[in-house]
């Protein structure tokens, strides 16, 4: 197998580190609505526990997008509720070349199983939105998630079609050397169905195991040497902000 799945999460604070030797990471969260965060209680999904672990770990981290949403510093986010691959993919090739990130985390698709969109297409749509995130900023790194389990059963068996199409695309890109990791949702460590709080959308525990999985996709790239120094861009800092001292931030999974 080609693929670098994100390991098992520590609950220690021991396993704390630089990622990519500590360089400055600008994060695009590009999807849907749980990539907003939406029934997370504060809003911010699962992106202020990844920033404040990260930080912790000693990297400056700027979170980048067009839209802000959650209580917590430096929200910004490419998060659009009810959108399909195709529109997360417009929104992602309208910021990218603006912001430039040097990691993309995207969590697309579920919409359309939901909606019955196209599902056996889903992995060639996903396809063009990596190729054109990798074309408008070539420093990048993909992060790309499979679709979460769903407490619907007629959503779910169409996710259970799209995240093998998920995980060749994955192979397909690494095999031609695109700097790209896969990260498991739909397993152990993910959200469980007893994790949603309306059958799609995580609470906050369950946003808390993706902020687990989306750390350690990066630890993946890092070790890969994957993870590139941001494009600089003007009026775009390294560092979006102190990390807001609340109960969310200090919160690990095991």
Request: neutral net charge; charged residues 15%; glycine residues 10%.
């Amino acid at each position: 197998m080609l693929l670098a799945r994100a390991s098992p999460a520590r609950s220690s604070k021991r396993d704390v580190q630089y990622i990519g030797a500590g360089i400055p990471l600008r994060i695009m969260p590009l999807g849907a609505s749980i990539t907003y965060g939406i029934q997370s209680s504060d809003g911010n999904g699962y992106r202020n526990i990844l920033r404040t672990r990260l930080v912790t770990g000693g990297n400056a981290v700027n979170m980048v997008g067009s839209r802000k949403a959650g209580s917590m510093v430096d929200n910004d986010v490419e998060g659009w509720p009810g959108y399909i691959i195709d529109q997360v993919h417009d929104k992602g090739h309208q910021s990218a070349p603006v912001w430039k990130p040097n990691v993309f985390l995207i969590n697309a698709g579920t919409n359309d199983c939901i909606q019955n969109v196209n599902i056996t297409t889903a992995g060639t749509r996903l396809r063009k939105l990596v190729h054109d995130m990798v074309a408008d900023s070539p420093e990048a790194t993909i992060i790309l998630s499979s679709l979460l389990v769903n407490g619907d059963s007629a959503t779910e068996a169409r996710v259970q079609i799209v995240n093998p199409q998920i995980q060749d695309l994955v192979n397909d890109f690494r095999m031609a050397g695109v700097r790209v990791i896969y990260a498991e949702m739909h397993g152990p460590d993910g959200p469980q169905v007893s994790d949603l709080v309306d059958g799609t959308h995580p609470n906050d525990g369950g946003y808390a195991k993706m902020a687990a999985i989306w750390y350690n996709a990066l630890v993946d790239a890092s070790n890969l040497g994957f993870l590139q120094t941001a494009e600089s861009v003007p009026g775009v800092p390294d560092n979006g902000g102190p990390v807001r001292n609340q109960k969310t931030s200090t919160m690990y999974i095991s």
